[in-house]
């Protein structure tokens, strides 16, 4: 199983990104899946995460703000990141709780770093 997250760059206070990240390989479903993110000096945090039905969950830092999905048929999760602060700068990690055959396991994502400029 793989995990490949894309997305990440550098924008200004204010802009916006979208941050994806597919699951690959012997998958027989996908529990929840959540965006984390470390910033230097800091430990990770949880970002947001979402169930297969859907339902979100938020850090409070990010609540109205950030926007988690997810597309089932696709196996990928997306962090759609508006009104972008400066203390949103991290590597942002997606984590995904895998179901195999006889196994679950959660997987991290190699990080994406966001930089938000002031």
């Known amino acids: 199983v793989q995990l490949q997250a894309s997305g990440g760059g550098l924008v200004q206070a204010g802009g916006s990104l979208r941050l994806s990240c597919a699951a690959s390989?012997?998958?027989?479903?996908?529990?929840?899946m959540g965006w984390y993110r470390q910033a230097p000096g800091k430990q990770r945090e949880l970002v947001a995460s979402i169930t297969p039905r859907g339902i979100t969950d938020y850090a409070e830092s990010v609540e109205g703000r950030f926007t988690i999905s997810r597309d089932n048929a696709k196996n990928t999760v997306y962090l759609q990141m508006n009104s972008l602060k400066a203390e949103d700068t991290a590597v942002y990690y997606c984590?995904?709780?895998?179901?195999?055959?006889?196994?679950?396991?959660?997987?991290w994502g190699q990080g994406t770093q966001v930089t938000v400029s002031s």
């Open positions: 984590k995904v709780e895998i179901v195999g055959a006889s196994w679950i396991q959660d997987y």
């Open positions: 390989g012997r998958i027989f479903s996908i529990n929840n």
